[in-house]
């Protein structure tokens, strides 16, 4: 299988790296900025044919939430345009695109974890970009697999783990909201399930799926930064706020778990808890 994945260097594009190596009987093409920008059609279509790729995983995006506030343009152009250009690009060669979404589709308001079929209805750019491109995706690629995860985080890049470390290394105490629950997400069992999936995927099938996939559990900010710095091991206190008391450019949402009852049923996907994956990255593992 020929395999080209986008946004190469970002948290789950360097967890896919590690993990390709797992699989040398698939050949995989990396890419990102500035050799391939996703939303350059031409680009696109001359990468896709010269690795002769079967299977397109997109992990390239605008993350930064509060600054896609004040650059929407820039968030629309990856986040949307960028996904539409995938999809035509993959439509016209008959490859699957794997395309990665977020749980900020979502308003928060729901009162359980929401599942797939929930109506979205984003708080601000971001989430609102990434809709957009979910819903090009769905329009135009024949075959595609979304997949929306929160709260991601690796070793690599900005993240909240890596910031907390680096706060808990320079100051006395932190604080962190405790009325947002999610899930936080290790990127490298989210790029492990992608490969999971894609070997579990019939090579002359089409697929039209849309899935949620974040780490098992529910915690609050306040709660993911306390674990840090206990498994870190840094002297740090977390005290717990109100979102009011720490307020972003972007509105967050305050209840965003996702359910993923339908990835573990039509793909057998096994799934980690957060606490257990962050013990494992931390080198507390059980």
């Keep these: 299988m020929n395999i080209l994945v986008t946004g190469s260097r970002g948290q ?8 390709s190596r797992r699989v040398p009987e698939w050949n995989f093409s990396f890419f990102d900025l500035p050799e391939l920008d996703i939303a350059d059609s031409s680009r696109v279509a001359l990468a896709m044919d010269r690795c002769g790729c079967q299977v397109v995983i997109n992990c390239a995006a605008y993350t930064a939430v509060d600054r896609a506030e004040s650059e929407p343009d820039t968030a629309y152009r990856v986040n949307r345009d960028g ?9 016209d060669r008959g490859s699957l695109l794997v395309h990665v979404s977020t749980d900020y589709v979502f308003d928060g308001l729901s009162c359980r974890p929401y599942i797939e079929t929930d109506a979205p209805n984003p708080l601000g750019v971001y989430g609102r970009s990434k809709l957009e491109g979910e819903l090009l995706i769905q329009s135009i690629a024949p075959s595609h697999l979304i997949i929306r995860t929160s709260w991601l985080y690796s070793p690599y890049g900005q993240n909240f783990l890596n910031t907390m470390l680096r706060l808990g290394r320079e100051r006395e105490r932190i604080d962190v909201v405790f009325d947002q629950a999610g ?31 974040s780490n098992e559990g529910v ?29 972003t450019p972007a509105p967050r949402p305050a209840f965003s778990v996702l359910n993923k009852g339908a990835i573990k049923r039509d793909w057998g996907i096994g799934i980690p808890n957060w606490h257990d994956s962050l013990c494992e990255l931390l080198g507390q593992g059980r």
């Design 12 to 19: 789950l594009g360097t967890e896919m790296q590690t993990l």
């Design 83 to 91: 996904a539409g250009v995938l999809a035509r690009c993959a439509r």
């Design 183 to 213: 899930t936080p997400t290790r990127a490298s069992d989210l790029a492990g399930a992608i490969l999971d999936l894609l070997a579990k995927a019939e090579p002359e099938k089409q697929y039209a799926g849309l899935y949620h996939y």
């Design 219 to 247: 915690c609050s900010w306040y709660d993911f930064a306390s674990a840090i710095m206990r498994l870190g091991k840094l002297p740090c206190r977390v005290y717990p706020i109100e979102s009011s008391g720490y307020p």
